[in-house]
């Protein structure tokens, strides 16, 4: 009796043993962490838009000059571009923004049919970038340097001197628009709009680059003062955002 006691006693003990892994095993599976992208989520983009007045041009111009050495073309140029830039500067326009943005310096050859070139001279162009932050003094500006000698108008492009107002105002249309975007996609798939996860911008204001100048203005012949358009700039702000959806 005793010993069938004990190999019942021994046989609860080897049976706990036995469970006893598949309970700790079961005790320390790892759970998976809740995430956003379990649920269902719309990921969405739009753009906000703002039209806003310029208050401020860049100017490209300079001066080409040939000699038939380097040295003759290098002097001929700094006189004549002395000119201009004194000319700048009585037209209103301070000493900063004023910045040379270009010089060169190139041989000049002549072309025969089966024969070497000649080389027949030198070519310099120095070319300064101005901005112009008034711009009733626009076509003054311009007027002034073609009248002191400047043969190089490359073109002109308009700006803002602070951004910061005219992108807040296309990223509140950008954000609106979002918003309307995502409440649009879950009514017509029988959802609605649980929370906003994830929202990211991209671009921004950006400077237009230089518009051509008009011909007559390069070439000096113009009687009046040279007409200056500004217009209006074009900010836009681009954001896509990711959305979480419930039944």
Partial sequence: MKTLMRAAALGLVLTATASAPAALAQATAPVAADSPFRATTFNLSAYGETRVAPDMATITLGVMTEG???AEAFAANATRMTTVLAS?????????????SNLNLNPRYRYVENQPPVLTGYQVSNQVTVTVRDLKKVGAAVD???NAGANQVNGISFGLADPTAAENAAREAAVRALSAKAELYARA???RVARLVTLSEG???QAPPPAPAPM??????????TPVSAGE????IDISGLYEVTR
């Fill in 88 to 100: 700048l500067t009585k037209a209103g326009i301070a000493d900063r923004d004023i910045q040379t």
């Fill in 144 to 146: 002034a340097t073609v």
């Fill in 216 to 225: 007559y203005a390069m070439r000096g012949a113009a009687k009046e003062s």
């Fill in 68 to 70: 038939k050495t380097a």
């Fill in 203 to 205: 671009g921004g204001y």
């Fill in 189 to 191: 798939t029988g959802f």
């Fill in 233 to 236: 700039l074009q900010v836009r």
